[in-house]
């Protein structure tokens, strides 16, 4: 039975703090944070901002923001970005100096191309070289280190004295929280931190400082995009990176309803839409199965909901460059991702065709397009002859019993499970397939990893678990063993901080994405495809991923190997978690994707 954890929030309380002044220029940083109502603060301790830990404890009582103490700063920049995920809120983190700044660099990026807000604090310096320690202070000491990541960064600062660190917060928070949403990095010089207070310092009424409401659309534009769709034949909706909002959940099913529109939602991006809906006519992939590319095709008018890489989704369906061939159909595209372009990162994708541009937040604008609409649409010719994915052979099968399991065993295991419960998936693996994806509402993803960033998965599931404790929901991490391998310590933190949470690794002793690239370099080299396991396999010696569990205070059990096994196994788990543990499946599966191919990352070549 593994270790488990006794904390609540009362054990994280300091002792004898008395009526603390503001005297720090530490102090102020962390006024301005409990300002600005963050409710936690992920961090790994160190040194470069030993008077900014001070302030959190000792002046406000390590609440509001409470610490989430984390084994490592990639994990601590995870877990807030699965927070983010999961609420549209941002939640703080500090990485100490430029060392602990290097550790995060790649969740950093992750958040970034998740659109995930965040406000991270890190340290310097003391940037006076007459006040640094010999070596430590000089080698923790960058004249520009947020030169490390402002490439996948909305804005950094350093502040130089208490005051410039009130409006460099309060900024950092206001442009974290405006859409498009992003990380931000505030440095904080030792100097700055440790130094007593030589004036009075006023934490302002931090609502005058707030974000401005999400843009809405020209009513011009708003009304072209209306009539455009009154007047279509076969429209389709791309519902892409959408809001967790119940409300705005309900307005895209509402519009969708008005419009008759078949609907396509992406595998990768949290859950917009109910994939049962009569409407949903295909499974959620990141790439075009063929059901959503027969649907694609028919369309005379696609409307764009900050669909992620729209030109890429359209070749991928039509086959055309979408600036030598642009897509015979008229496309409405609402995003805002053109204020987030910069010139290092590629997140961006590929230009698509627009003929309605809508620079605005998608779901402000579906609010205005539905009060445009009164009587519902008729259905589009053929539309209620198209099967329903759930009705076809894969969509109703069940997992096959008594046998070694598939990834689509092991799905369909889970989409059961999680039928007759409130799940929270806070992630899901490269190759789950499509046809397992039931989703009924805002909650039930959290998306994958918008930067491919593996070992991200386990602090995203932390986050998430973090974010809807008390909320009823029963939060799932679906992980491939290699992503567990790379961010299993970050369990840790979901003990000592107590929150519910299961884990359920499809372990197929594999880095097998990578497994699928070097299958098609052999075949288009003509060398031997047998060869492709070497340097990949996970299975000499196999790893104990129980055991990795166990060691963060986890329960768990000997692997399972059969959809029956995985069964009973997913609902002892639920038992524990619904008792406050948490709980660890080794899922042991065959090599190899889904069948249905609806969710492939990699452009795999089938062996020949």
Known sequence: ???????????????????????????????????????????????????????????????????????????????????????????????????????????????????????????????????????????????DQGALIRHYTKWDDQPSSPIAAVESVLRANQIARTAPFGPVYVCL????????????????????????????????????????????????????????????????????????????????????FPTTHPLHLAPPALRPSKQAMALVKKADVVLSLDWLDLAGYLRGCLGASQTQTPADKTIIHCSMDTYRTNGWSMDHQALPAADIPVAACPDTFVEQMLEGFGRKRPAAAGLKTITHWTRTPVGRSRPKEGAPMTLMDMALTVREFARSRPVSFARLPIGWPGEAAEFSGPLCFMGNDGGGGVGSGPGHAVGTALALQGKGRLVVGVLGDGDYLMGCNALWTATHMDLPLLIVIADN????????????????????????????????????????????????????????????????????????????????????????????????????
């Open 1 to 143: 039975m593994a270790r488990r954890s006794t904390n609540t929030a009362l054990k994280h309380r300091p002792e004898d703090l008395g009526t603390p002044k503001m005297r720090w220029g530490s102090d102020v940083v962390a006024a301005v944070a409990r300002e600005l109502d963050f409710k936690y603060i992920a961090l790994v301790p160190g040194a470069s901002y030993r008077g900014f830990h001070d302030s959190l404890v000792n002046y406000l009582g390590n609440e509001n923001p409470q610490m989430v103490t984390c084994l490592h700063e990639e994990h601590a920049v995870s877990i807030a970005d699965g927070y983010g995920k999961a609420t549209d809120e941002p939640m703080a983190v500090a990485l100490h100096s430029n060392v602990g700044l290097m550790h995060a660099t790649m969740t950093i990026f992750n958040a970034w191309c998740d659109r995930t807000p965040m406000v991270i604090f890190g340290a310097t310096g003391p940037v006076d070289a007459n006040k640094r320690r010999p070596w430590i202070d000089w080698i923790h000491t960058a004249k």
């Open 189 to 272: 010089d030792v100097g700055l931190q440790e130094e007593p207070l030589q004036e009075e310092v006023r934490i302002p009424d931090a609502s005058r400082y707030a974000p401005p409401e999400p843009p809405f659309a020209p009513s011009a534009v708003v009304k072209q995009a209306r009539e455009v769709l009154k007047q279509a034949k076969f429209p389709v909706i791309l519902m892409g990176r959408m809001s967790r909002g119940q409300a705005d959940w309900d307005r895209r099913v509402k519009l969708a309803e008005a419009l008759n529109a078949p609907v396509l939602t992406s595998s990768n991006d949290p859950s917009s």
């Open 509 to 608: 002793r594999s880095y097998y994405n990578d497994e699928m690239h070097q299958e098609r370099v052999a075949v288009m080299r003509e060398r031997p495809v047998r060869n492709r396991w070497i340097g990949q396999r996970l299975d000499d010696p196999p790893v104990d991923l129980i055991a990795m569990g166990l060691a963060q205070g986890f329960d768990g059990e000997a692997p399972v190997s059969t959809s029956e096994d995985l069964a009973a196994a997913l609902e002892r788990g639920a038992q524990v978690v619904s008792k406050g543990g948490r709980y660890v499946i080794d899922a042991l599966v065959e090599p190899g994707y889904a069948d249905s191919g609806a969710d492939q990352r990699a452009d795999m070549t089938k062996q020949k």
